[in-house]
């Protein structure tokens, strides 16, 4: 899920550090690419010729993420025997055209959503319906065989019920994430209770810790147990949102950027198991990365998509009208809650005056605000928790 922002922001800083131009061919053969272009439905496009050295100059990009279940080899030794595959995490990355912001925006899996026909790579065609987010991209598998179809569903559906252009797409399974997270060195956390989840093999004290990837897979996972929540999936989204954040803080503050050797092992590992579309390549995303050299965790916002319970069936969840607000903001590259106010013009305390001396007492120390994940929109700079 973090590649959409921390592989982007590396790529260029690698190559150019390094200068071995072997290296972005080694990475560009790691990840597999599928064509998803005869599938997707066509959107608005900018009329602005790309600049060939980055083709998303001056334009806002739209990154479609998602966190696949496969259970197929070493992915089934992690997260056990299933069959099919399914996409439980999703999140729009937003890039701003000026390169000032960053926004990922979940989707809740169990949205109920109009899902449009889809046609796949073997020529089968599904019939629109209305029903979960996360059946788009089963419809595709199941129908269609593989990711080409799965994913060029999920993106119609994405469009379909947002308006928003998706540009690009990443697939990332368990073995990836979990590589991705050991390369950096595990990812701190503040686990402010003991949190035990035996079906995600989860086991926490509180205080801050370290996860590795394994850990960090099980804290992403974990819907069930002790400290973990009400075990729905927009409860989940809370934590996933807390860990990539810790992720994010933890790539932009050591040295993992300027590194070479530390660079190019958190990029294997990121490209190792992930699927992009063609458009994904490390050559167009070096332009992309360059902008995004000087971004801070400040400007990187989490926030889940406004929700409620849906009307004909409480186990599910529908948009609220607060959602059209955020998606016709990001198709339309402007803050996703808003445009920022400005600040409150503050007036000058009056003259002082002769009084007598009052006695002051010790201020109280101010308590921490929090952020609650999931729930509240908050930035990579923001406190989640409090340990």
Same mark, same amino acid.
């Given at each position: 899920?973090?590649?959409?922002?921390?592989?982007?922001?590396?790529?260029?800083?690698?190559?150019?550090?390094?200068?071995?131009?072997?290296?972005?061919?080694?990475?560009?053969?790691?990840?597999?690419?599928?064509?998803?272009?005869?599938?997707?439905?066509?959107?608005?496009?900018?009329?602005?010729?790309?600049?060939?050295?980055?083709?998303?100059?001056?334009?806002?990009?739209?990154?479609?993420?998602?966190?696949?279940?496969?259970?197929?080899?070493?992915?089934?030794?992690?997260?056990?025997?299933?069959?099919?595959?399914?996409?439980?995490?999703?999140?729009?990355?937003?890039?701003?055209?000026?390169?000032?912001?960053?926004?990922?925006?979940?989707?809740?899996?169990?949205?109920?959503?109009?899902?449009?026909?889809?046609?796949?790579?073997?020529?089968?065609?599904?019939?629109?319906?209305?029903?979960?987010?996360?059946?788009?991209?089963?419809?595709?598998?199941?129908?269609?065989?593989?990711?080409?179809?799965?994913?060029?569903?999920?993106?119609?559906?994405?469009?379909?019920?947002?308006?928003?252009?998706?540009?690009?797409?990443?697939?990332?399974?368990?073995?990836?994430?979990?590589?991705?997270?050991?390369?950096? &060195?595990?990812?701190?956390?503040?686990?402010?209770?003991?949190?035990?989840?035996?079906?995600?093999?989860?086991?926490?004290?509180? &205080?801050?810790?370290?996860?590795?990837?394994?850990?960090?897979?099980?804290?992403?996972?974990?819907?069930? &147990?002790?400290?973990?929540?009400?075990?729905?999936?927009?409860?989940?989204?809370?934590?996933?949102?807390?860990?990539?954040?810790?992720?994010?803080?933890?790539?932009?503050?050591?040295?993992?950027?300027?590194?070479?050797?530390?660079?190019?092992?958190?990029?294997?590992?990121?490209?190792?198991?992930?699927?992009?579309?063609?458009?994904?390549?490390?050559?167009?995303?070096?332009?992309?990365?360059?902008?995004?050299?000087?971004?801070?965790?400040?400007?990187?916002?989490?926030?889940?998509?406004?929700?409620?319970?849906?009307?004909?069936?409480?186990?599910?969840?529908?948009?609220?009208?607060?959602?059209?607000?955020?998606?016709?903001?990001?198709?339309?590259?402007?803050?996703?809650?808003?445009?920022?106010?400005?600040?409150?013009?503050?007036?000058?305390?009056?003259?002082?005056?002769?009084?007598?001396?009052?006695?002051?007492?010790?201020?109280?120390?101010?308590?921490?605000?929090?952020?609650?994940?999931?729930?509240?929109?908050?930035?990579?700079?923001?406190?989640?928790?409090?340990?």
């Amino acid at each position: 899920m973090l590649r959409g922002i921390a592989f982007s922001v590396a790529a260029v800083v690698v190559f150019g550090a390094s200068g071995v131009a072997a290296v972005a061919t080694k990475l560009n053969g790691n990840m597999d690419k599928v064509d998803v272009s005869a599938l997707v439905n066509p959107m608005p496009t900018p009329t602005k010729e790309p600049d060939p050295d980055d083709p998303n100059a001056g334009q806002a990009v739209n990154i479609l993420i998602l966190g696949s279940d496969q259970r197929d080899g070493i992915n089934a030794e992690i997260g056990g025997e299933a069959a099919g595959m399914r996409s439980d995490t999703t999140m729009v990355l937003h890039i701003s055209a000026d390169r000032s912001r960053v926004e990922l925006v979940s989707i809740p899996r169990d949205s109920l959503v109009d899902i449009p026909s889809c046609t796949m790579t073997n020529g089968k065609t599904t019939r629109a319906t209305h029903g979960m987010f996360n059946s788009a991209f089963a419809t595709g598998w199941d129908n269609g065989g593989d990711m080409t179809s799965a994913a060029a569903c999920t993106i119609n559906t994405v469009q379909l019920n947002t308006g928003v252009t998706i540009d690009h797409f990443v697939v990332v399974d368990f073995a990836g994430f979990q590589d991705m997270v050991n390369s950096i &060195g595990g990812v701190p956390m503040c686990i402010p209770t003991k949190m035990e989840s035996e079906l995600a093999g989860l086991h926490l004290e509180p &205080g801050i810790q370290t996860l590795d990837g394994p850990t960090a897979l099980a804290y992403a996972r974990a819907r069930k &147990g002790q400290g973990i929540g009400d075990g729905s999936d927009t409860n989940r989204i809370g934590n996933q949102q807390k860990l990539i954040a810790a992720m994010v803080r933890e790539v932009l503050s050591r040295d993992v950027l300027t590194n070479p050797q530390k660079l190019i092992s958190f990029l294997s590992a990121a490209t190792g198991s992930l699927t992009t579309d063609n458009g994904m390549s490390i050559g167009n995303m070096t332009g992309l990365a360059y902008n995004l050299r000087n971004i801070n965790s400040g400007n990187i916002t989490f926030m889940t998509i406004p929700f409620a319970a849906a009307k004909s069936d409480p186990n599910r969840v529908e948009w609220t009208s607060a959602a059209d607000a955020v998606w016709a903001n990001m198709a339309n590259d402007v803050p996703a809650l808003g445009e920022t106010p400005t600040a409150p013009v503050t007036t000058p305390p009056p003259a002082a005056t002769t009084a007598p001396e009052v006695p002051v007492s010790p201020a109280e120390p101010t308590p921490v605000e929090t952020k609650k994940a999931g729930e509240e929109a908050f930035s990579a700079a923001d406190t989640t928790d409090v340990c």
